[in-house]
């Protein structure tokens, strides 16, 4: 699996995210810089296509997530903080960053939320599926604050599945 930083994603942040995916999945993602993808661009919405994305990155990548610091929506949604289709994902910081919602910069805040969905995403890129059980990483969120409270730790029964 490879993590891809589109536009000036920080590699610090993408070392956090490894770090988290190789402790929940015993997978150790490498980093790599891309340049962002221009033809996913709708400029009547003013966001990027998560689909476009994607599309674009697997024809030279097998197995990523893509990490993009521009706002993302994906089909019949009104934007996405990340998409999974296949064994490919692409997650956007513009919603995660907490100055979005009018609140002091928060580094860490941002790392943790980055974290958690970058978990959420490489679960479905290794085959899971949405969860229901209460604070499990792949539970599906549609806000921030769903995103906060989860854990970053998949439930017992995302974790034994995931084991066959």
Request: charged share 25%; hydrophobic share 40%; glycine share 4%.
């Amino acid at each position: 699996m490879k993590i891809l930083l589109l536009d000036s994603i920080p590699e610090e942040l993408a070392k956090a995210v490894s770090e988290d995916i190789e402790k929940n999945y015993a997978i150790k993602p490498s980093i790599s810089k891309m340049p962002a993808v221009k033809d996913a661009f709708n400029p009547i919405r003013h966001q990027h296509s998560a689909e476009k994305i994607i599309a674009s990155l697997k024809k030279d990548f097998e197995e990523f997530i893509a990490i993009t610091g521009s706002d993302i929506y994906s089909e019949n949604l009104a934007f996405t903080f990340g998409n999974a289709s296949g064994k490919n994902a692409v997650i956007s910081t513009f919603r995660l960053r907490p100055e979005f919602y009018r609140q002091a910069p928060d580094a860490m805040l941002l790392k943790n939320r980055l974290s958690k969905k970058a978990l959420h995403e490489a679960g479905h890129v290794l085959g899971l599926d949405n969860c229901w059980i209460s604070g499990c990483v792949m539970t599906h969120v549609n806000t921030v604050g769903e995103l906060d409270a989860l854990s970053k730790n998949l439930c017992q029964r995302c974790r034994g599945i995931f084991r066959k």
